[in-house]
Each structure stands twice: as structure tokens, then as C-alpha cells.
């Protein structure tokens, strides 16, 4: 090495400068020259320093640059580990070359001699370290400032990952991985509640920039000069700034002052800006390089964006995406459990169809408020019924009026003690066991036993006129379960224990059927064995549904009979469905300010809610999308703390062509009540068709009662395939749709044949009396409708079921009239049908 050279190099470097020529030469004497490739790792981490190195050419890595854990670019005129030597320290920064490179080390020995030998030359490294540390005390405050400035915007960590195995799940995750591989800009769009930013941040920890900071900017919060992200001109940085290599979410692009498009393409595209000077910018403000990745959060794409940003990702909603709702609901409920630290509850198969018969507007988001909700509702359950989720708001609240607030008074009574408690057990309980009595020891016919009229010629055609306007309203005053719940309240009070948990799943796929059976049987029975004229029969039938309450009272909680196996129910919630009245809760309400679902799980008396055991049903009625599965106790209305529960008035049957969820055993009971109407007058039948049907033999009368039945039921069907022959290729409604299109007609038809009891027997209920104990009562009032009156209020049931079935049906299927013809000759067959078997 050429000293003179090395003399010279020393005496322009700042470091050396101030040393005497003596020195300059002694330490020039002791350099030697060392040579670098690129990649190569010159001094590896926790080693001692080889000695003072001086890089001469090329460039060399400092891993991490002092104090900010940043890499650093070394150029010629560094002097390497000065400070270690000095302070005795093993290396802490690994150094490697990024070019050829050429370095002169003096070695350790050779420096301490020195420094022994010329003072001077300690006092130089000593300054040298007196202004790094005022250098790295800098630093550290700027740190400092950068930090404070980014800490309200920084996402630590990304939420989690793209959760399912769907196409699009699987399509996400790919396309989440290519972005993250690069360094340009992403757009991202969807619609809200998809977690977008989420994906963002995953690009972020998922890219090589990972130790950078990662931020987030709300764009409808920029201020409108854009310095916040920009910087002033010789005033503080702006976030680009300060985030240095990391990355920055635009969220809500589509929200950006529109001052701020122009600046923001401009960054987008050319990667450079301008800080927020006194004036619009200018050539006089100097240009800025951006060295930040920008993520672009939007709900949708912009011409504008997709000129400038190359790198795009379209999050599908989730309703597209239902394969994956299984999987995310099973994330959720593990994470709230896990936060809760509660058992880890499992969702029922019935819960998932019904999640995944909703579109989810409000997407991922509304989900987990959706399982949020239902977890929280569940009390003891280990499972999630589709009870405990409310979905599919949508058309429920449309065209209602609460009669709870335009009648306060209705309010106050069915808040009352009164209803149902007192009506049932002062009143139902003790009529019922007089009922039940009379029939068994009184006289067996209908015109002498006035428990037999009041049974088939009062409590039919009234339940029955009931059903439009009050649907299942019977059976929150149904003496058949208030024995069961005196069972149950007994039987848990001799034997305490806990009571079985709905067998949902089985009870949901065979319950209807099992009542159909049950009301198949029942019409049997009544045609072959004379029910209405038998009255210990009669009573028979009443004990067998009040036993099938009992024991299903002593088996299970709260009203499994009732919601799911009694036949008389079943006919009830069928045509409930017609009602003009409804109970449901303000969904938004319930979901905004409910936290106890007093109404559902029921509890103690909390605000305006009294204490109660919660909807007998397990209906929720802020999901409550049908008639049927409410029985109107009015228990959710007491124990509401909110006022939420509501008393509407609705069109008629309007859940049959908005919320509405077909079911086959269903239509198969509407049938068999349709069938009924013909079984009831088999002997006019056999009259009208002119032969003997021999009637009076158990056998015959058995098959015609069969057959009566079953061929009534295939008018419709037949009626259908018709409509389906003719009209395929136009897709008609599907047939268990198209079917409810009956149930007024059915309704009509049952209301028509009790008619003649209802107005001519009922009104002899005074002298039926006294004849029941023994007296002659001819000379009592009776209050009976002319027979011509009868037949005429018959014949305008009949018509006018048939005219709402009508229009019924072509509500249901929306389609043309041309294409239901046949489907509507059927209804007008069955209605001529009904008229040519009533009133012949
Ligand atoms: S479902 Fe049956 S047992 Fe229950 S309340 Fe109604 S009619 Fe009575
Ligand atoms: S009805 Fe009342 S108790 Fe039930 S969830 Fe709504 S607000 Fe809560
Ligand atoms: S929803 Fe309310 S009124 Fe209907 S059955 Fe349940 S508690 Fe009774």
C-alpha cells in the first residue's frame, strides 16, 4: 500500500483530520488492505471487532441501522466499529458487502497501541462517539415523533385468514398471496362488511415489508388540504412520510374529499407528492418520493382507480359464498367462546339451512353479530337452534300496525294476570273437567248432552271463525295443556329433576307427520264410531289429546306437544297462517338494546318485564316468520323488558307470499282437512251418487271413508300435474308451494259444514241442558237460523274461500293466470264439490 496515498485518504476524512502529520503516518503505516465480494458477510454478529475498517469503494449492508432497527446503505468514508473497539463490545450490527469492495483495516493491537503511544488519537474517537451519541439522540426523538404520529393509525396484526374451502375462499387466498409477493398498489373492493381491511393487513404481514409499519386512514376523515398525509412545506411530515417502506390503507376510498382525487391519483401513478405548501402546488415545492405500498379499500371499482392501480382483488359477497358459512360460523363461536371462556357450543343442522336461506346484506360483519346474538341467547343450551337466530328481516315489518299502541288498554290486559293465567285455571281447568264429566255420565246423544253440543256445535265453528282474525289464540286458553303443565309443574315438584331438551332434529322431520297420522286416525274414529252423536267417545278424544300433552309435559320442557305433536295444533298453526293478526318484536330493538332475551329464555322481573319462564314454544318472536309457531300466550309481551313485542294487524295471510317456508307434511294435513269436509257427509255422498254404498257395514263404511279421502286429495294433485303437463317449459311454482293456494278454500269448506250446527243446534243449548240432567226443557228459548239463511251464509263461505284461494294462488306463484289455469279449474272443482255435497 502506498503510505502516501493512505496519508493523504486520512487527512481529508474528518475523523483523522485533526491528528498530527505523526500520527496521520503512523496509522497509515499500519493499514492493510482488504477485498470484498458482493454478498460477503465481513463480520459475522456477537464477534470482536477485527479492528478499525475504513471502506475505501463499493458499498457495503449494515443490517440494522443504530436505534431504529432499519437496514443502512454504507458508502465509501465509513469507519467501521469504532464505538466496539472504544467501548470493548462484541459486533452487534452483521455487515455485508452489496458490491465489490474495497476496505483498509487497522488492527486491534495495532489501534491500542496507538492510542497508548498518541492520546490524540483517543480523543478523536472519543468526539467522534460524543456525536454519535447526540446523533443517535436525534434519531431516537425522531422515532419517538414518528411513532406518536402513526400510533393512532397502526394495525398491529391482521384479524385472521381467508376461512373456508369454497372456490372463491380458495381463489381469495391466492390472489391475497400474489399481492403480497409484490410491492405495487392493491385495490381492493366488495361490498361493506367483508372484512377488506382485514385482507389488506394480511398482504402486509404476508409481504416482505412485514416489519414495517402497517396503517390505516378512514379517507372520509382526511382533512381537505391532505397534509395529515402529506406533510406541510418546512413543517412536520405527513404519514407517507412516516411510514416510511410500510404500508398505508386508504379505507373507504370512495369517500375521499374531492380535493384530495386529484393528489391521490397522482400519488397512485407517478409514486411521488408534493407536501401541503402556503398555495396550491407549485414547482417551487420540491417532489417527494414515495417509498410506502398503498392499499386501496373500496365497495367498488372507479375508472379512475383502475387506470392507476394495476393489482386488483374482488372480495365476493357472502351469499355467494354459502359453502363457507359453516366454516366462519365455527370460527365465531370459537372465538367468542374462547374469549368467553365458556363451553364451546355447537350449531344445529336446521340453524345452518336457515343461516344459509339469508342473503346477509350486512356480510361477514352481520354474521358474527348474528352469532354474537345467538350465543348470548342460548342460556344453557350447547347448541344453536334456529330459534336463536334472527335473519331475513326484510318484508316482515311492512303494512303492520301494532294494536298494542293504538289500544293500550289491550295492552294492559294481556299484561294482566289475567291473561292467560287466570282465564285458565279459574275458568278453562274447571270447564273442562265438567266437559269431560258430562260427556262420560251424561246421555250420549247431541240434542240431550249439552257437553256434546257445546263440544261440535260451539267450539268447532268458533275455532274455526276464529282463525282469520285471532289465529291460534285456542291454544293459549286450550284446556288440554293447561293439564300438561300442571303435570309438569307437579310432577317437578314431587320429583325434582331435569326435564329432557327437544329432540329437535327428530321432532322437526317427523313431528308433522306424526300428527297428520294422529289426525287421520282421529277422523276415522269420529266417521266409523259416530263421535259427535257418542259422547263418552267424544270424551275419550278430549282425554287422549290432553294425555298426549300430559306425557309430553312430563317428558320434555315447556310445550313439545304443542309445537310439534298435537294433531289439533297442527290444524291450528295451519290455518293461522290466514290470520289478519300476528306477534312478532321489532327486530331492531331486540338487537340494538336486548342483552337478556327475557322474552325467549325468560327470568326475573327486569324493568317493565315480569318474571316468567320464557316463550313456552322456544319461539323467539323477533324471528318469528309464521303464525304457526306461536300460540299467542303472551309471555314474550310480559316478560319484554323493551316494548318490543308487537300485536299487528297484517294482511290476511300475508307470510304465505313473503316469508313463508313450505312443508310437505303440511300440505298433507291441508288434504286430509279437505277430505274431511267430504268425510263428514258420507251418507249424502252416497245418496247423491245413487248407489249403495252399505254404508251400515263397519267394513264398507271403512273403505268408502278411505277412499272418500284419498280421492278428494288427488283433485288437487291431479289439478297440479295438469298445470305442470301444460305449462312445463314455463316452470310453474313447485307443487308444495302452489298448494297453500287451498287453505282458504279448506277453511271455507270446514267453516261451511259446521255452519248448520253452529246456528241451528247451538242455539238450542238451553233446553240440550236441561235435558242433560233430566228435565224437559221444550219450553225453554232456543235461538236457531232458518235453514234457507244457513244454506245461503254456506253458500257465500264457500264462494268466498274459493275467491281468496283464487287470488291466493296466483299470489303464491306470481305467474300468469294462463299458466295456473289448471291449478285454479282445480280449486273451482273443489269448490263446486263442496257446494254439490253441503248444500244438496
Ligand atoms: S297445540 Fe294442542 S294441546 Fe297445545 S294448546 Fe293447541 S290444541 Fe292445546
Ligand atoms: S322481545 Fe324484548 S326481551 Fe325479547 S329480545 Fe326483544 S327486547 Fe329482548
Ligand atoms: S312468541 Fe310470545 S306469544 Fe308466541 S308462543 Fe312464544 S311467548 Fe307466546
Redesign the pocket.
Known amino acids: 500500500m502506498d503510505r502516501d496515498i493512505a496519508v493523504a485518504w486520512l487527512q481529508s476524512h474528518p475523523l483523522f483530520a485533526g491528528l498530527s502529520r505523526e500520527v496521520q503516518a503512523e496509522v497509515a503505516a499500519a493499514i492493510e488492505s482488504v477485498f470484498c465480494v458482493p454478498n460477503q458477510l465481513i463480520t459475522p454478529l456477537n464477534a470482536a471487532p477485527p479492528g478499525l475498517l475504513l471502506l475505501i469503494n463499493g458499498e457495503l449492508e449494515s443490517q440494522t441501522s443504530p436505534g431504529l432497527g432499519q437496514t443502512e446503505i454504507l458508502f465509501p468514508g465509513a469507519v467501521l466499529f469504532w464505538a466496539e473497539l472504544l467501548l470493548k463490545q462484541p459486533i452487534t450490527t452483521p455487515i455485508t458487502a452489496l458490491t465489490d469492495a474495497e476496505l483498509w483495516l487497522l488492527p486491534s493491537e495495532k489501534l491500542t497501541e496507538l492510542i497508548a503511544q498518541y492520546p490524540e488519537l483517543s480523543q478523536a474517537l472519543s468526539s467522534q462517539l460524543a456525536a454519535a451519541v447526540t446523533n443517535l439522540s436525534n434519531q431516537l426523538s425522531l422515532e419517538q415523533e414518528r411513532q406518536q404520529a402513526l400510533r393512532p393509525y397502526l394495525v398491529p396484526q391482521a384479524k385472521r385468514g381467508i376461512i373456508g374451502k369454497s372456490r372463491y375462499a380458495v381463489q381469495l387466498r391466492q390472489s391475497i398471496k400474489t399481492a403480497a409477493q409484490g410491492n405495487e398498489n392493491v385495490l381492493i373492493f366488495g361490498e361493506p362488511g367483508l372484512e377488506k381491511d382485514n385482507m389488506a393487513a394480511l398482504i402486509h404481514f404476508g409481504s416482505a415489508q412485514r416489519r414495517q409499519p402497517l396503517i390505516q386512514i378512514a379517507c372520509n376523515k382526511l382533512q381537505l388540504s391532505g397534509a395529515e398525509l402529506f406533510g406541510r412545506v418546512s413543517g412536520k411530515p405527513g404519514l407517507l412520510a412516516w411510514v416510511g417502506t410500510g404500508t398505508v390503507i386508504l379505507n373507504n376510498i370512495q369517500e375521499l374529499p374531492k380535493s384530495l382525487w386529484p393528489v391521490i391519483l397522482n400519488l397512485l401513478e407517478t409514486n411521488t407528492y408534493q407536501p401541503v405548501g402556503q398555495t396550491e402546488p407549485s414547482d417551487e415545492i420540491p417532489l417527494i418520493r414515495n417509498t410506502a405500498r398503498i392499499i386501496l379499500i373500496s365497495e367498488k371499482t372507479d375508472p379512475r382507480l383502475e387506470k392507476v392501480v394495476k393489482t386488483r382483488i374482488k372480495v365476493p359477497p357472502l351469499r355467494v359464498r354459502k359453502a363457507d358459512l359453516e366454516a366462519q360460523v365455527d370460527y365465531y363461536i370459537s372465538l367468542i367462546c374462547r374469549a368467553r371462556r365458556c363451553q364451546r357450543v355447537t350449531i344445529s343442522p336446521e340453524a345452518l339451512r336457515r343461516l344459509q336461506s339469508y342473503d346477509f346484506p350486512g356480510n361477514l360483519q352481520e354474521l358474527a353479530g348474528l352469532v354474537e346474538r345467538a350465543i348470548n341467547q342460548r342460556g344453557s343450551e350447547n347448541e344453536l337452534t334456529e330459534e336463536v337466530f334472527w335473519a331475513a328481516a326484510g318484508k316482515k315489518s311492512r303494512f303492520r300496525v301494532n294494536l298494542l299502541n293504538t289500544y293500550p288498554w289491550l295492552r294492559r290486559f294481556l299484561r294482566s294476570p289475567w291473561w292467560p293465567t287466570r282465564i285458565n285455571y279459574g275458568i278453562t281447568t274447571w270447564v273442562f273437567a265438567a266437559v269431560v264429566i258430562i260427556l262420560f255420565i251424561g246421555p250420549q246423544t247431541r240434542e240431550a248432552n249439552f257437553a256434546l253440543n257445546l263440544f261440535w256445535c260451539w267450539w268447532w265453528p268458533l275455532v274455526l271463525v276464529g282463525f282469520p282474525f285471532v289465529g291460534r289464540l285456542w291454544?293459549?286458553v286450550c284446556p288440554f295443556m293447561i293439564y300438561g303443565e300442571l303435570t309438569q309443574k307437579l310432577s317437578l315438584w314431587l320429583f325434582p329433576r331435569s326435564l329432557q331438551k327437544w329432540p329437535r332434529q327428530t321432532a322437526e322431520k317427523y313431528g308433522a307427520w306424526f300428527l297428520f297420522g294422529l289426525f287421520a286416525l282421529i277422523f276415522l274414529w269420529e266417521e266409523l264410531w259416530d263421535l259427535p252423536n257418542t259422547a263418552y267417545l267424544s270424551s275419550w278424544l278430549l282425554l287422549l289429546i290432553t294425555g298426549g300433552a300430559v306425557i309430553g309435559s312430563l317428558l320434555f320442557e315447556r310445550r313439545f306437544w304443542c309445537r310439534y305433536l298435537c294433531p289439533i295444533g297442527g290444524m291450528n298453526g295451519l290455518f293461522a297462517k290466514l290470520s289478519l293478526t300476528e306477534?312478532r318484536?321489532e327486530q331492531g330493538t331486540c338487537g340494538a338494546e336486548c342483552s337478556t332475551y327475557q322474552?325467549?329464555k325468560g327470568g326475573p322481573a327486569l324493568g317493565e318485564g315480569q318474571e316468567?319462564n320464557?316463550?313456552?314454544?322456544?319461539?323467539?318472536?323477533a324471528q318469528?316468520v309464521d303464525n304457526r309457531?306461536?300460540?299467542?300466550?303472551?309471555?314474550?309481551?310480559q316478560?319484554c323488558p323493551h316494548r318490543s313485542?308487537a300485536l299487528n294487524l297484517r294482511p290476511p295471510g300475508i307470510e304465505l307470499w313473503t316469508t313463508h317456508t313450505p312443508r310437505h307434511a303440511e300440505i298433507a294435513l291441508l288434504l286430509l282437512l279437505l277430505g274431511g269436509i267430504f268425510l263428514h257427509h258420507l251418507p249424502d255422498l252416497e245418496r247423491l251418487s245413487g248407489f249403495d254404498w252399505h254404508l251400515e257395514q263397519f267394513g264398507w263404511h271403512g273403505l268408502a271413508s278411505v277412499l272418500v279421502l284419498v280421492v278428494v286429495a288427488l283433485i288437487p294433485l291431479l289439478a297440479y300435474g295438469v298445470t305442470w303437463l301444460v305449462a312445463r317449459t314455463l316452470k310453474p311454482r313447485p307443487w308444495l308451494e302452489l298448494a297453500y293456494g287451498y287453505l282458504p278454500l279448506v277453511w271455507a269448506g270446514n267453516l261451511a259444514h259446521y255452519l248448520p250446527w253452529g246456528l241451528g243446534e247451538g242455539g238450542k243449548l238451553l233446553p240440550v241442558a236441561a235435558a242433560t240432567i233430566g228435565f224437559n226443557g221444550g219450553s225453554l228459548p232456543i235461538l236457531v237460523a232458518h235453514p234457507a239463511v244457513i244454506a245461503f251464509l254456506q253458500g257465500v263461505v264457500i264462494l268466498f274461500g274459493l275467491g281468496v284461494s283464487l287470488w291466493l294462488s296466483q299470489r303464491i306463484a306470481r305467474q300468469s293466470f294462463k299458466l295456473l289455469w289448471p291449478h285454479q279449474f282445480g280449486l273451482g272443482l273443489v269448490a263446486g264439490a263442496c257446494w254439490w255435497v253441503l248444500l244438496n
Open positions: 291454544c293459549a306477534l318484536a322474552c325467549y316468567t320464557g316463550c313456552p314454544l322456544y319461539s323467539h318472536p318469528l309457531d306461536c300460540v299467542l300466550c303472551m309471555t314474550c309481551l316478560a313485542v
